[in-house]
């Protein structure tokens, strides 16, 4: 599972569609997503703000028999805990992280054990196969995952388990791991998660949903698939730069990274997206990427192609060049490849930016030349 990963749909509706749009910066988002970037062992760290460094302590501070409970229930991808991402778009509010477990608690044992199923398929199976793959049988786990085989064996340890311990263990685990690890962050990401929801609560309203998608993520040009009829937002910490785009029956999610201003302090300091800009902008081989694409789109393979680089060194510089807003990334739902495009309208904006926090205005123009 990746944070670049997009369910491979067909949209057939033309264009955009008007969907009731949600915020939500509540603390059990932050806590999951860093449940499934800490424990997926397949999971590359280095692309995120807080740094490789900071997850390891994240799993360091986690004590060895929690982390051994959380890898068994987690499985291939942490998907055991990926999946109650989609639980929390239908559990009651408020989604804090007491509030959310409590509610799980008491949720019935079977509502748990489908939602790892469907979340984890990648179609929609046969309602008899899930009857049966919910308490653990083989047979049909095997026919619902034939091209995810690896989820198999670990599915059918925790669907074996006795009616209701998987939901005890998972709510006694994620328990542990709020009060003995997550809380120590919990305070200064939250504060930043829900003032980045407020904040953007009023620009949504009747707003276009894919636009806002696009707003969001830095660029994602993304089509909305059928069969969507909620749109959740929940802007996140852990994820930055980097978004993403998670499906639960008919709820979309959108994790999408906390812009710079609510997490800097300093109101003097330089405003932390022209820094990053300018930044991505000091390397000779992104600008020739933008070069690149200022005459047209280009996938990963032709940009790598152009530069003599690897794909994965070529991903990076992209990411950097998306997280200052200079790229936009268009997904085909279809094959899942990606064209990466330029998105010429952010150096003014950054220009007038620049200006107005170096008061550029208030200066006076030497009127002549000084000789000596």
């Known amino acids: 599972m990746s944070v670049t990963e997009f369910p491979k749909v067909r949209d ?4 955009a569609r008007r969907l009731p749009i949600e915020i ?24 995120f703000e807080l740094g490789t460094e900071w997850f390891d302590e994240v ?4 004590p060895a028999d929690l982390r051994e409970e959380i890898e068994f229930l987690s499985g291939a991808g942490c998907g055991g805990f990926c999946a109650l991402r989609g639980l929390v778009t239908a559990s009651p509010h408020p989604h804090d992280i007491t509030t959310f ?21 990648p179609s929609v199976p046969e309602p008899e196969l899930v009857d049966r793959a919910v308490r653990g049988d083989a047979e049909a786990l095997e026919a619902i995952f034939v091209d995810k085989p690896e989820l198999v064996p670990h599915l059918h340890n925790v669907l074996s388990l006795a009616e209701g311990e998987l939901r005890e ?14 809380s120590r962050y919990e305070a200064d990401f939250s504060s930043s998660t829900t003032r980045a929801a407020a904040a953007r609560k009023a620009l949504v309203r009747g707003a276009d949903p894919e636009r806002v998608i696009e707003e969001v993520t830095n660029g994602l040009d993304y089509r909305i ?16 730069p980097w978004a993403l785009i998670d499906r639960y029956e008919d709820v979309l999610m959108v ?21 990053k800009l300018h930044k991505a902008l000091a390397d000779e081989r992104r600008l020739r990427i933008l070069r690149r694409l200022s005459e047209g789109g280009a996938g990963l393979d032709d940009l790598a192609e152009m530069l003599g680089l690897t794909k994965s060194t070529v991903h990076h510089h992209v990411g950097l060049l998306r997280a200052a807003g200079l790229v936009r990334v268009s997904v085909d739902h279809e094959s899942g490849s990606k064209t990466y495009a330029l998105r010429p309208s952010v150096l003014p904006e950054a ?8 008061k550029t205005d208030t200066l006076e123009e030497p009127t002549g030349i000084a000789r000596s």
Not at 25 to 36: P, Q
Not at 103 to 118: N, S, Y
């Open 169 to 182: 263990r998972m709510v006694r685990a994620l328990r542990r791991f709020h009060v003995e690890v997550y």
């Open 225 to 240: 698939p059928p069969g969507v009829s909620r749109l959740v937002l929940v802007p996140s910490v852990v994820l930055r």
């Open 101 to 121: 477990l409590s509610w799980l608690e008491g949720v019935e044992p079977a509502i748990l054990r489908q939602g790892m199923v469907t979340y984890l398929c």
């Open 351 to 358: 220009a007038r930016t620049l200006n107005d926090y170096l």
């Open 24 to 47: 939500d910066g509540s603390s059990v988002y932050e806590m999951l997503i860093t449940l499934w970037l800490a424990f997926d062992p397949d999971e590359e760290r280095n692309g």
């Open 12 to 15: 057939m509706t033309g264009g």
């Open 59 to 62: 799993v360091a501070a986690t």
């Open 255 to 275: 994790a999408y990274p906390v812009a710079d201003e609510f997490i800097d302090a300093d109101p003097d300091a330089p405003p932390s997206w022209v820094v």
